[in-house]
């Protein structure tokens, strides 16, 4: 069973916009990852957020997390064409790790 | 590339067998997960094991059951297969000393697509 919900379920936009993707989630967590899947392919873990964080960052890309919403935020910059893929967010609490339904990103060149 | 390998690639079978998929993680991790990702269920994690330990239990359901073996490659045993198992399934490996999924950053392998006939 799914426990984050991701927003919008699929985003298409031009190369060189952002694009901004959600995740809500329901139950207390230690941690939220963000992964991408190209289709058909394994996820690539993008970047892990702790409770205790509100913000992190890695190259383009952007996450925040309010746990008082109990929601995230997944903001990629600059998009380009190789950013067309599916993103998920993972919930993490004690020894458990619950999946979003993901947002399908195409980004047009 | 990940450094995690999944075998086989493909595997179609008929309901009612039983199937073995194999993972072997990245040099160095003591740690392996088990995805099951199908069209009516999402991604769902199904159990990790860590040394050879059995470390957290997912939505596995009893049919299915895995291990991991001393070189710390792991199989994935599917059994009773309904149509409804049909799915991709990943293996993922992390390095973590302890700690359940989603401790540590996990690197996925590319898979193995189930067909249940």
């Known amino acids: 069973s799914q426990q984050g919900e991701e927003d919008p379920q699929a985003l298409s936009i031009q190369e060189g916009e952002n694009a901004t993707m959600n995740c809500s989630y329901k139950?207390?967590?230690?941690?939220l990852q963000w992964y991408r899947q190209n289709s058909g392919r394994g996820l690539v873990h993008l970047i892990l957020?702790?409770?205790?964080?509100r913000e992190k960052h890695s190259g383009r890309l952007r996450v925040t997390l309010d746990t008082s919403k109990k929601s995230s935020s997944l903001l990629i910059t600059a998009s380009r064409a190789a950013d067309t893929a599916s993103y998920f967010c993972?919930?993490?609490?004690?020894?458990?790790?619950?999946f979003g339904a993901g947002t399908r990103l195409t980004v047009k060149p | 590339d990940s450094g995690v390998t999944q075998t086989p690639k493909h595997l179609i079978t008929a309901t009612g067998q039983r199937v073995t998929l194999r993972c072997s993680p990245r040099?160095?991790?003591?740690?392996v997960y088990w995805y099951q990702q199908s069209l009516d269920q999402g991604l769902q994690f199904l159990i990790q094991?860590?040394?050879?330990?059995?470390?957290a239990k997912g939505n596995i359901l009893e049919r299915f059951s895995a291990q991991q073996f001393p070189d710390l490659h792991s199989e994935l045993n599917l059994s009773s297969l309904e149509l409804g198992d049909s799915a991709l399934y990943f293996c993922?490996?992390?390095?973590?000393?302890?700690?359940?999924?989603?401790?540590?950053?996990?690197?996925f392998g590319p898979g193995t697509r189930l067909t249940v006939t």
């Open positions: 139950t207390s967590i230690n941690n």
């Open positions: 040099s160095g991790d003591l740690s």
């Open positions: 094991y860590y040394n050879g330990e059995e470390r």
């Open positions: 993922a490996s992390s390095f973590g000393l302890a700690g359940g999924p989603g401790s540590y950053e996990q690197y």
């Open positions: 957020i702790r409770s205790n964080e």
């Open positions: 993972a919930t993490v609490a004690k020894n458990d790790m619950r």
